[in-house]
């Protein structure tokens, strides 16, 4: 038998791997366009759950800004103002009432204050910074008490 009568005897089986071995790849193609299409989703409605703040929400919030704001007008070493203004500002950074990049800008400047002290506000501010800027503080050297 040659080489080419082998094939023509084998035509079945070789239609068949090649017939399963395409569907493989199709289920395995859906499979993943089926998992991308529900993370996208997932991202979607939790970016809804996030930009869905009630206007009573954002007014609360420009409220609480425009206060901490005065605070540290009035204070501007003080690490209680420090920390309302930042919590503040992460608030709005979070309910999309300030520009992420806006509210960036200004908790900069108020990171030596509120690293530098050790009160439980000045700690709470910091953690709502973290939460609002992903990356915006270093990285802790060692665990917090």
Do not use: N
Not at 44 to 66: G, I, N, P, Y
Not at 71 to 100: E, K, M, V, W
């Amino acid at each position: 038998m040659t080489f080419r009568e082998g094939l023509l005897r084998a035509r079945g089986q070789i239609a068949f791997i090649l017939a399963l071995a395409i569907s493989i790849a199709v289920i395995v193609r859906l499979e993943h366009l089926g998992t991308q299409a529900h993370v996208e989703a997932r991202v979607e409605e939790r970016l809804a759950e996030l930009s869905d703040t009630s206007a009573a929400t954002r007014d609360l919030v420009r409220k609480a800004l425009r206060r901490a704001e005065a605070a540290q007008g009035a204070s501007p070493y003080d690490p209680a103002g420090a920390a309302a203004l930042a919590t503040s500002l992460a608030a709005g950074r979070l309910s999309a009432t300030i520009d992420p990049e806006e509210a960036r800008r200004r908790i900069e400047p108020l990171l030596p204050t509120l690293m530098g002290d050790d009160s439980a506000g000045s700690l709470a501010a910091l953690s709502a910074v973290a939460l609002a800027f992903p990356g915006l503080l270093p990285e802790p050297e060692a665990a917090v008490d």
